[in-house]
């Protein structure tokens, strides 16, 4: 069973960080859900609020929202946006509960979202605590209890922006190369964070290098790096 789960703060992470692996995901014919927590109207819009200082934080949401249904549509994922609000994100029992239905209802084999540290960014390593908690309490209580119980998901990290400050170690390579024109198309949705594009683009071919290194695999053009933050169970070593 594929189904991806995919955790972002902000409304453009999944597109920057992770949509060669659900544009893959879906190509082997995977089942993936996108959730965004927020529109990152606050934070992650400066583009948006430079072009017009009139601006409501409702007006950058509904952009926000276009250009993320967009980016989706493009990888062919479905999304679910949360409306957290951010900068600051803040979490509730409510909103860990809410979660919790959503992974609950998906019942995903394999989640990713950020990772546990990001010095430049509040919401985030609150993303992660919440994936952590959300997940955890769908799956990992161990015995029947007064709520739905799945399978553990895998979990893993993806690539936050400056890696090494938060303390990531990739561990997992996903081979992207057959995908990367969706990952182009669905970056070019995201006109509120067009800096991030080229080194978007930059980065998955700097990371193939290091899958190409890793594997042997010299057919490996694009690439995006995960971390695994649970050990997996193989049935066979080889
Ligand atoms: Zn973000």
Same mark, same amino acid.
């Given at each position: 069973m594929k189904k991806l789960l995919v955790v972002g703060a902000h409304s453009g992470d999944f597109v920057w960080r992770a949509a060669g692996t659900l544009a893959k995901t879906i190509e082997e014919g995977g089942t993936t859900l996108v959730v965004a927590m927020s529109?990152?109207?606050?934070?992650?819009?400066? #583009? %948006?609020?430079?072009?017009? $200082?009139?601006?409501?934080?409702?007006?950058?949401?509904? =952009?926000?929202?276009?250009? @993320?249904?967009?980016?989706?549509?493009?990888?062919?994922?479905?999304?679910?946006?949360?409306?957290?609000?951010?900068?600051?994100?803040?979490l509730t029992d409510e909103r860990?509960?809410?979660?919790?239905?959503?992974?609950?209802?998906?019942?995903?084999?394999?989640?990713?979202?950020?990772?546990?540290?990001?010095?430049?960014?509040?919401?985030?390593?609150?993303?992660?605590?919440?994936v952590q908690r959300a997940r955890l309490l769908s799956s990992g209580a161990g015995v029947p209890s007064a709520f739905k119980n799945i399978n553990p998901p895998a979990w893993y990290s993806f690539e936050?922006?400056?890696? #090494? %400050?938060?303390?990531?170690? $990739?561990?997992?390579?996903?081979?992207?190369?057959?995908? =990367?024109?969706?990952?182009? @198309?669905?970056?070019?949705?995201?006109?509120?964070?067009?800096?991030?594009?080229?080194?978007?683009?930059?980065?998955?071919?700097?990371?193939a290098n290091h899958a190409r290194r890793i594997s042997g695999k010299k057919e490996i053009k694009f690439a995006e790096a995960l971390q695994s933050l649970v050990p997996r169970v193989i049935s066979s070593i080889f």
């Open positions: 529109y990152g109207e606050r934070g992650e819009s400066g #583009e %948006l609020w430079k072009e017009d $200082p009139n601006r409501t934080e409702e007006s950058v949401k509904i =952009i926000r929202r276009e250009q @993320a249904n967009k980016a989706a549509d493009i990888i062919g994922t479905p999304i679910h946006f949360l409306d957290w609000g951010d900068y600051p994100m803040l860990i509960k809410q979660l919790t239905d959503i992974i609950g209802d998906f019942e995903p084999t394999v989640i990713l979202t950020h990772s546990e540290k990001d010095p430049f960014n509040p919401d985030h390593p609150l993303a992660f605590q919440a936050p922006h400056q890696p #090494e %400050l938060s303390g990531f170690i $990739p561990d997992t390579f996903i081979d992207i190369s057959s995908v =990367i024109n969706k990952k182009i @198309a669905a970056m070019d949705c995201m006109g509120a964070q067009n800096y991030l594009k080229d080194y978007y683009f930059e980065l998955a071919s700097r990371r």
